[in-house]
Nanobody
Framework: QVQLVESGGGLVQAGGSLRLSCAASGRTFRSYAMGWFRQTPGKEREFVAAINWSGSSTSYTDSMKGRFTISRDSAKNTGWLQMNSLKPEDTAVYYC??????????????????WGQGTQVTVSS
């Protein structure tokens, strides 16, 4: 079992930045790929970014490339999502997820085994 707890969400003006954290406990986080997803009411969970277990490989949704950066420190059992140049359309609940993997990462929610409870990000115009 892996338990995930997100933090760092909040209210920010358009153009601002937030840094989300995902703290993992339980089984070693080192072997797991990590992903960030977001969801708004009435919509499906949307892929944001993913990183493999070593941090050597990442993936982003096109609309977030250049604005968001995913990173992790497996020794600290922690991952982050740095979000810059935020837009009102980035408003959502953001979730981190962990999935056991080899050297790769996952972009589909169904590939992840563990989820955090989510943290609200609200971007005002």
């Amino acid at each position: 079992q892996v338990q995930l707890v997100e933090s760092g969400g909040g209210l920010v003006q358009a153009g601002g930045s937030l840094r989300l954290s995902c703290a993992a406990s339980g089984r070693t986080f080192r072997s797991y790929a990590m992903g960030w997803f977001r969801q708004t009411p009435g919509k499906e969970r949307e892929f944001v970014a993913a990183i493999n277990w070593s941090g050597s490989s990442t993936s982003y949704t096109d609309s977030m490339k250049g604005r968001f950066t995913i990173s992790r420190d497996s020794a600290k059992n922690t991952g982050w999502l740095q979000m810059n140049s935020l837009k009102p359309e980035d408003t959502a609940v953001y979730y981190c997820a962990a999935g056991f993997s080899g050297s790769s990462y996952y972009t589909r929610p169904g590939d992840y085994d563990y989820w955090g409870q989510g943290t609200q990000v609200t971007v005002s115009s």
